[in-house]
């Protein structure tokens, strides 16, 4: 799991090591909040230890300055940065539960973000305290869920045994989502859309300006196996 994070780091970054690539989004006099899923098919302790011993080793971010952020509004607030870490997974009322929900109890209100089908919740991240800390969006694709989420169900998990990695979260979003379309098709050996519709994804580049929405605007970049990525 270290390789492929520092793997995944070294693409994304483009640069030489490690440790230049970890400079390239945190800076060691950062306090870094680690906000990963925190329950209902949670983000893997193994991978936010790696990113917590990487920051410590890479860049000399003291531990005191790495904070568990998954939260109120309080936690973010202490931050200079934040690195988003959710698992990937499909939710039965935002259609997906990944990366732009990561945020949502930030909010003080989480229901509120629910109603409209939840085309709201990229407003989350332009609250005060959030706007701009996010450096790296950081999924974990070990073992998704395509559907029924966030209630694990072993029907929907499989193991993609991958990361998901960028600067853009719409985009990382995006890709995430096109894997869980393509896994429902594979399943089905039809079309099978997620329902609700994931609209906080679009809503989340064209009523918010989080990032883009269009696959054919991403740059994929991948390293590993080729068979199964669901991306094609």
């Known amino acids: 799991l270290k390789n492929m994070l520092d793997q995944t780091v070294l693409q994304l970054t483009g640069k030489a090591t490690i440790q230049e690539a970890w400079a390239e989004l945190v800076k060691p006099d950062d306090i870094v909040g680690l906000v990963p899923t925190p329950h209902l098919n949670p983000t893997h302790p193994e991978l936010v230890d790696a990113v917590k011993m990487s920051l410590i080793k890479e860049i000399g971010i003291s531990e005191k300055n790495i904070i568990m952020a998954q939260g109120g509004k309080r936690k973010p607030k202490r931050c200079t940065a934040l690195i988003c870490m959710p698992a990937l997974k499909g939710h039965w009322l935002t259609g997906i539960g990944t990366v732009i929900k990561n945020y949502i109890m930030y909010s003080g209100r989480p229901s509120r973000y629910h109603q409209e089908n939840s085309a709201k919740v990229g407003e989350i991240w332009l609250i005060p305290e959030v706007k701009g800390k996010s450096r790296l969006v950081l999924v974990d694709a070990i073992h998704p869920l395509c559907d029924k989420g966030p209630q694990p169900d072993p029907r929907y998990k499989w193991a993609y045994n991958g990361l998901l990695a960028g600067t853009d979260p719409v985009a ?29 994804v679009e809503a989340a580049d064209k009523a918010y300006g989080l990032g883009t929405s269009k696959m054919e605007k991403i740059k994929i970049v991948h390293s590993g196996w080729e068979d199964d990525l669901l991306l094609g």
């Open 172 to 200: 990382v979003e995006t890709v995430g989502l096109k894997i869980l379309t393509q896994k429902r098709q594979a399943l089905r050996g039809e079309p099978w859309p997620i329902s609700p519709p994931p609209i906080c």
